[in-house]
C-alpha cells in the first residue's frame, strides 16, 4: 500500500490526462459478435454504418485491433474544462458502515449535463464537425443524454435537433430547458416533422411516446436531412472507447498513490459507463497482468444481465438500427416505470455482453427502494446527492463493504459514480414520502419478450 | 506575469488549503459601526447576541481586532469533501469577447447545496454542536442556505428546521427534497407552529409568506425551544469571515502562478461571497501592500448599494433582529419578483456598506434580462450553467472585459461564480420564451421605504 499521504480527492494534474482512448476489444482474443444489418442480417460494414453515423465514428465502431486511439487536440481542450474528474476516498462512507473496506469514487457529475456522457457528446460532435456537417441528431429520454449532446453542439457550432420522449418533454421540462439554453432544438416525441412520427400520432392519438419512437424519429430526422448524421449516448462500442476516459484516470490516479483495487463496480444500463470504467482495468486482466473482480449493478426492473439472454437482438424498439448479439430482455420488453430512467434499456453493450457470458464481469441487481436508501446514506455522509442511476453502484459498493465488514478483509473497492440527482427530485420525494413502489418482473413476463427474439444464425 | 504555464482550471492541494479565516475588520482603520439592540438601541453585547445566535458565533460576529481566526480541524475535514474549489481561467469567455483581458473566475458551484452557502453553514453547525445544541433554526427563500445547513446538520447529527416561504415550499419542491433528504424539517411559512405565523395566518389568510415572516418565526422557534439557536447565511460578519475561505484560496492559487489581478467583482445580495471573496484582497489594499478595483454587482430590480442610503435600519423586516448600519433600500423595501432570489435583500453587511461609504468598493447595477443574456453566453462558451444570482459577477465581468477590448488594456479580472443554476430553470426557461421582464424601482418608489428609515443618533 501507500507510503504517501492519501488526499480525501486524488485529482491529476492536467498534463497526467489521458492522451489517447483504450479500445478494449484489441485485447478481447474472442471478439464481439458483429452488428448485423435489419434488413440483410449481413455484418454490418463502414459504408453502411455511415449513412447513419458520422465516418470516422463508424470506423471506430468497428474497429477492434487498435489497442489505443489518440484523442484529438481539440476535444482534450474541451475535456479540461471538466476533467480530470476526482477520485474520492469514501472516508465517511467507510466510517459510516465501520467496514475494514477501502472504498473510492470516481465522480463524473461535476459539470452542467450532471454525467460522464459528455465526455462521448463531445468527441461525437467533434468528428460531426469535422466531416463539415450541419448538425447532428439524437432521441432522450430523461434528457442527460441530450442535455450533453446540446453542450457538445453549443461548443462546436453544430446544429442539435433533440427528440424528446413527450411525456418527458411536458413532466420533465428543466433539461429541456438546459437544452434550449444551449442552443439545440428540442421536439416532443412522437411529432409531426416525420413520418413515422406522424404515423404513430395517426394510430395512438394523445400518446406520450416513448424512446423506440423518440430514436425513429432521430434515425428518419437524420437521413432526410442533407448534412446530418444520427448519434447515440450508451450502447455502441464507440462510446465505451470514449467513455475509456474514466477508466484511464482512475488508472492513473490510483497508480499515483499505489493503490491496488480488488473490487471495481459500476452502474449498469447500456453500458457506457461500466464499461468506460473497467475497460483499461479488463485489459490489464487480459493480459494477464492483474486479477480483478468486476461487478454490474443493474435494476430489478430492468434486470438484462441478470436474468436475460445472450443473443442477437434489435438495438432498437422500432427495429431500424442493426441487430447486436448482447444480454437482452428482448426489444419488446417494457420496463416498468424506474427512476434510474438511464438504465432502463432491454440490452447491453456487445463488449461487455460478451465478458459477462464469458464470466469475467459479474452482474447484481437490486430494487429501487433498496437503491434510495443507499443514495440517501451516501448523500447524508459523502456530501453529494447521486442520480438513480449512480446509486446502483454505490448500493453494490456498500453490499461489497459490508461482506468485509463480516470477513474482517481489508479489500479496496472502486466503483463509478456517474452523475447527480438534481433532476430526479421527483423520485427522491416519492422515496422521502414512502410512496416509491419496487417492480419485478415475473418469469412469464419475461419469457414473453424473450420468445420473440428475432431467429438468427 | 508567470513563467509557469497556467492550467485551464488552477487546483491547490489540500495542504495548501486556509487553516484560518481572515477577519477584515482587524485591518480596517474605521471599524463598521456596531449592531444596536432594536428595543434599546444601545449596542448590542455578546450576551444579548448569545440568546439567539450560538455564542462563538456572537463573539466572531463582534470581534473586530484579530486578523485570522483559526478554522477547527473538523470543519477543514468537511472543508476537504468540497473545497479547495477551483480558480478557472475563462479562456473560452476571453476568445469569445475577443477581449485582450484575463478572466479568472472562482467556482463554488460544485457540490450539493450548489453554492458557496455550504462554507458558513458548516461552520454554524460545527458551533451549535460544539455548544452541545440540540438543534438550529433559519428561514429559507428558495431554499440555497436551506439546503446548505441540512447538509451542514446532517454531518454533525443536529436538528435542521427551516422555515421555507410557503410559495416557495409550493412552487420550487426540488430544493425542499434535498433538504428533507438530508433530514431537515421543512416548514411552510406562515405555519401554525409559532405565535407569529398563527397571528400573520389569522390576519392573512390564505398568504403565501415572506422572507421576513420566515424570520420572525424561524427566530421565535429557536428562542422557544430548549436548546435550539437561529442562524443566518448572510448579512453578519460573521458569516463573511467563514466565507474568508474563498478569498484565500483565490489568493493563494494566483500567487501560486505569480498572478496579479487588477478588478475583482462579486455578486451582492447580503454580501456573503462577495466579502469572502474581496476580503482578503482588501486587506492587502488597506495594508497598503496592493491596489486594486473591486466592484459589487446587483440586480437593477434591488439597487442598495447604488441607489440605497448608508443609514442605520433593521436588518430583518420583521423587527426583531439588531439594526445595522449599512446601505439599505429601507426594511419595507419589497423587491419586485426577480429570479436571482438570493439578492432581493434590502439591506447589505455593514462592513461592506463601509467600503463602499469609502470609495473603496464600486457598485453598478444591471436588469435581469442582461443578467441571463450574460448568462447563456457565459454557459454557451464555458459549459457551466450559472446560477442567476452568480450571473450578475459574469455581466460585470464581461462589461469591464469589453471596455479592455476597446482600450486595447491586459487587465486581469477575476470573478466569483458562486453556485449553479439546476435550481433556477424557471428563470432560464422564461428568458428562452422572451417572457423575462424587467422591474426597476422609481425614485419615488424607493423613498416611500427610505423615508421609514428609524431615527437613530
Redesign the interface.
Known amino acids: 500500500m501507500a507510503n504517501k499521504e492519501i488526499?480525501?480527492?486524488i485529482?491529476l494534474?492536467?498534463s497526467e490526462m489521458p492522451t489517447a482512448w483504450y479500445n478494449m476489444r484489441a485485447d478481447m482474443k474472442e471478439k464481439p459478435a458483429p452488428l448485423l444489418d435489419s434488413k440483410t442480417l449481413q455484418p454490418a460494414s463502414i459504408e453502411m454504418l455511415s449513412q447513419v453515423f458520422c465516418k470516422e465514428l463508424a470506423e471506430q465502431e468497428l474497429n477492434d485491433t487498435d489497442r489505443y486511439i489518440p484523442i484529438p487536440e481539440e476535444i482534450r481542450n474541451f475535456y479540461?474544462?471538466?476533467r480530470p474528474s476526482p477520485l474520492i476516498r469514501a472516508y465517511?462512507l467507510e466510517k459510516k458502515l465501520g467496514t475494514p473496506a477501502k472504498i473510492y469514487y470516481k465522480f463524473e457529475g461535476?459539470?452542467?449535463s450532471?454525467s460522464h456522457k459528455l465526455n462521448s457528446a463531445i468527441a461525437q460532435a467533434y468528428y460531426a464537425k469535422k466531416q463539415g456537417l450541419k448538425g447532428v441528431t439524437t432521441e432522450t429520454g430523461a434528457g442527460q443524454w441530450g442535455t450533453a449532446l446540446s453542450?457538445a453542439c453549443?461548443?462546436f457550432d453544430l446544429d442539435c435537433k433533440v427528440f424528446m420522449v413527450k411525456v418527458s418533454y411536458e413532466q420533465k421540462?428543466?433539461r429541456r430547458?438546459?437544452m434550449?439554453?444551449?442552443?439545440a432544438s428540442v421536439t416532443p416525441s412522437p411529432s409531426t416533422t416525420t413520418e413515422i412520427g406522424k404515423k404513430i400520432l395517426a394510430e395512438h392519438p394523445g400518446t406520450g411516446g416513448s424512446l423506440g419512437c423518440a430514436v425513429s424519429e432521430a434515425v428518419e430526422c437524420a437521413v432526410t436531412n442533407e448534412g446530418y448524421r444520427y448519434v447515440l449516448g450508451s450502447v455502441l462500442n464507440q462510446v465505451l472507447l470514449h467513455q475509456s476516459v474514466i477508466g484511464l484516470e482512475t488508472q492513473a490516479a490510483l497508480q499515483k498513490y499505489d493503490i491496488k483495487p480488488d473490487i471495481i463496480i459500476g452502474c449498469a444500463g447500456g453500458g457506457s459507463n461500466l464499461g468506460g470504467l473497467i475497460s483499461p482495468f479488463v485489459g490489464e486482466h487480459l493480459r494477464g497482468e492483474a486479477n480483478y473482480r468486476f461487478i454490474a449493478v443493474e435494476p430489478a426492473s430492468c434486470p438484462s444481465l441478470t436474468r436475460g439472454k445472450y443473443a442477437y437482438d434489435y438495438a432498437d424498439t422500432g427495429m431500424i438500427c442493426p441487430l447486436a448479439k448482447m444480454y437482452t430482455l428482448g426489444a419488446d420488453y417494457m420496463p416498468a416505470p424506474n427512476h434510474a430512467g438511464g438504465l432502463r434499456y432491454h440490452g447491453m453493450n456487445t463488449s461487455l455482453s460478451l465478458l459477462r457470458e464469458q464470466g469475467i464481469l459479474e452482474a447484481v441487481s437490486y430494487k429501487q427502494t433498496e437503491i434510495f436508501e443507499a443514495a440517501?446514506q451516501f448523500?447524508?455522509?459523502?456530501?453529494?446527492?447521486p442520480a438513480p442511476e449512480s446509486s446502483h453502484a454505490i448500493c453494490g459498493a456498500i453490499h461489497e463493504a459490508l461482506k468485509c465488514k463480516e470477513t474482517g478483509e481489508e479489500k479496496t473497492i472502486v466503483f463509478g459514480l456517474t452523475g447527480?440527482g438534481?433532476?430526479d427530485?421527483v423520485g427522491?420525494?416519492r422515496f422521502?414520502d414512502g410512496e416509491l413502489e419496487d417492480y419485478i418482473p415475473t418469469d412469464e413476463e419475461l419469457a414473453k419478450a424473450l420468445n420473440k427474439l428475432p431467429k438468427v444464425d
Chains 1, 2 share one sequence.
Open positions: 488526499p480525501y480527492k485529482y494534474d492536467e479540461k474544462m471538466f465517511y461535476n459539470n452542467t450532471g453542450m453549443s461548443y421540462p428543466f430547458e438546459v434550449r439554453t444551449y442552443g440517501e448523500a447524508r455522509v459523502e456530501g453529494i446527492l447527480t438534481y433532476f427530485l427522491y420525494q422521502n
